[in-house]
């Protein structure tokens, strides 16, 4: 059904005459005339009766023109959505890791809300392969993922990315461990021996691993898997093994942190969305505040 038409036929429900429509809408009796018909012939049913000199709609055209209040509000809302000019408003759905919904995501959380109360976020916690895979199958409309410098991520050319930020990376070792000096290859060569602990849902941090063992010439033994950060740590503490684990992560009982350098690794935290989202008001305005925070 033309938009058009319903509107010309909503507003004649209300004024009660064709000549009252043109002369509020603007428009000549025979086009409000001609366009009914054709609306007519479009729902395939009478929608204007005779009463005396005049017409009047017949049940059905009162029941489109009930209809067309919510099809023409429905319609308005649609536009403004997508206008690109307009107010943003309306809901973000986002995935992210743990680190970017506490350190990146709340505190926008807030300036949104003070600044934009319109818009609002639905956010889960995922890793990055089930972060991407959410977007591509659009689930979320924005996926905060990351990736390392030495296990670059493989994207699908339909989406755009933006870096948010990187940090470094060093070896976590039992605190009675020996000092090594040299580069990263030395580091990790001293731990040889060691079983080694990896993430247990994003294979990228297991990659970097793998790549710093090879040039140290020898295969890393993988024995545990986990998540968390904090269990990892603890997980160091209780003598299971060693693994990769931020530069800045704060000094605690039980771990040192060996500097790897030459190569150094560094996460790069990434802002992704589907090329063909990203005018959309909403998701424009999300992405401006991720990348001045």
Excluded at 119 to 136: G, K, N, S, Y
Excluded at 155 to 161: H, K, M, R
């Amino acid at each position: 059904m033309d938009v058009r038409r319903l509107e010309l036929l909503l507003a004649l429900s209300r004024l009660g005459s064709m000549h009252a429509v043109s002369e509020v809408l603007g428009v000549t009796t025979s086009t409000v005339s001609q366009q009914i018909a054709a609306l007519a012939k479009e729902v395939g049913t009478p929608l204007l009766e005779p009463d005396g000199r005049r017409v009047r709609l017949t049940p059905a055209g009162r029941r489109l023109a009930g209809h067309a209040v919510h099809i023409l509000a429905a319609h308005e809302a649609a536009r403004a959505d997508l206008d690109p000019s307009a107010e943003p408003a309306g809901t973000v759905r986002v995935a992210a890791f743990h680190t970017a919904i506490r350190d990146t995501l709340l505190p926008v959380v807030h300036r949104l809300r003070q600044e934009h109360p319109a818009v609002r976020l639905e956010i889960q916690e995922q890793e990055p392969p089930d972060a991407l895979a959410m977007l591509e199958r659009d689930q979320v409309d924005l996926a905060l993922t990351y990736d390392y410098n030495l296990a670059p991520a493989a994207l699908d050319p339909s989406l755009e990315a933006a870096p948010l930020w990187e940090s470094s990376w060093s070896l976590a070792v039992p605190s009675r461990s020996r000092r090594i000096r040299g580069t990263a290859v030395d580091v990790v060569a001293a731990f040889a021996a060691s079983d080694w602990i990896v993430n247990s849902r994003h294979l990228a941090d297991e990659q970097v691993v793998r790549t710093i063992a090879a040039l140290a010439g020898f295969e890393p033994r993988i024995t545990q898997r986990a998540d968390s950060l904090q269990l990892v740590q603890e997980m160091i503490t209780a003598g299971l093994g060693v693994g990769l684990m931020p530069a800045t992560y704060p000094k605690t009982t039980g771990i040192s942190l060996r500097r790897l350098r030459d190569p150094e690794p560094r996460m790069r935290a990434l802002v992704l969305t589907r090329k063909d989202r990203t005018s959309w008001a909403p998701l424009s305005l999300l992405r401006s505040f991720l990348s001045r925070r």
